[in-house]
């Protein structure tokens, strides 16, 4: 690439529809971060005018899927594992197994999360895309609106660009199924060893908590967050969408007046991660060959 050119702007398909309502903010936060977001209703996708191969990252926003009447992330998951597509046997699971085969990422948030779990997707120690774990009530009971804090586990075996040069940040938590149930021992211990609990609820003091409020559901393994073992697809509960400018923290008047206000919210890193991962990609991508 001519020194002149710039890398492509990585590309983020948002889905929307039946539900789904955090789409603006997960477009705002891409565009923040020097990517080009399309939101589009998922009909689009599974009646063939829009392909995910068109894109770099496929996104599920948070919101309330199908009402979470049968569970959150159920009804949804179950459409993009069975709904057959334009092709003949083909589903939107087929194409995104495809899509993460070919390097490409895939992000989803509170909802979203509990769709990618449901899926398979995530944690996917089988590599068969089968649901091995699962997100439900919260511990509480109840619905919990709050903010917390988040601390990056460092021992992934394969880290996701995502939480690149992360160690712990705030965001707030909206949900009343976010609680983690892992279902067996041997499965506990897999996720473990690979660290593909990228994220758990941390105390003020940045160390992992399993204490109510700030593990606002219970999480086995005080988990916020999960990766697959590529590192390519990422889900959490909180919502990093919701941080993207430091006027959106619920402090920002005593921050301010202490001098401790910046610009940008903690949650929109996780975007400029995944944004600045992907040019570079395509700069390496793009750079002529050398000879010795």
């Known amino acids: 690439m001519a020194e ?32 080009e977001a399309t939101i589009v209703h998922l009909n689009e996708v599974l009646h063939g005018r829009v392909s995910i191969h068109d894109f770099d990252i496929l996104n599920f926003p948070g919101g309330f899927s199908f009402g979470d009447d049968l569970g959150s992330g159920v009804v949804l998951a179950n459409k993009l594992r069975y709904r057959q597509t334009g092709d003949a046997g083909r589903t939107l699971l087929s194409d995104i197994r495809e899509f993460v085969a070919a390097g490409k990422f895939v992000l989803g948030i509170c909802n979203g999360f509990q769709v990618l779990v449901k899926l398979g997707l995530l944690p996917n120690l089988g ?24 601390k990056v586990n460092p021992t992934a075996k394969t880290p996701t660009p995502f939480l690149s040069g992360l160690t712990s940040f705030e965001v707030p938590v909206r ?15 897999r996720i473990t060893d690979l660290g593909l609990n990228c994220l758990t609820y941390a105390g003020h003091d940045d160390q992992e908590t399993g204490t109510y409020p700030l593990n606002p559901n219970g999480a086995d393994l005080n988990c916020a967050g999960l990766t697959d073992p590529t590192g390519h697809i990422f889900g959490l509960m909180p919502h990093p969408e919701a941080y993207l400018a430091g006027c959106n923290h619920p402090d920002w008047g005593l921050k301010k007046r202490r001098g401790e206000l910046k610009e940008e919210g903690e949650g929109l890193a996780i975007f400029k991660n995944i944004v600045t991962h992907l040019k570079h990609r395509a700069q390496e991508a793009s750079a002529p060959a050398t000879h010795a």
């Open 4 to 35: 002149h050119e710039q890398a492509p702007m990585p590309k983020a398909l948002i889905l929307t529809g039946f539900g789904i309502n955090c789409e603006e903010e997960m477009a705002a936060a891409y565009r923040l971060a020097g990517g």
């Open 127 to 150: 590599g068969d895309f089968q649901p091995e774990v699962t997100l439900t009530h919260n511990a509480s009971g109840r619905y919990e609106n709050r903010w917390v804090r988040l």
């Open 175 to 189: 949900h009343g199924e976010g609680r983690l149930v892992v279902p067996d021992a041997a499965t506990r211990e």
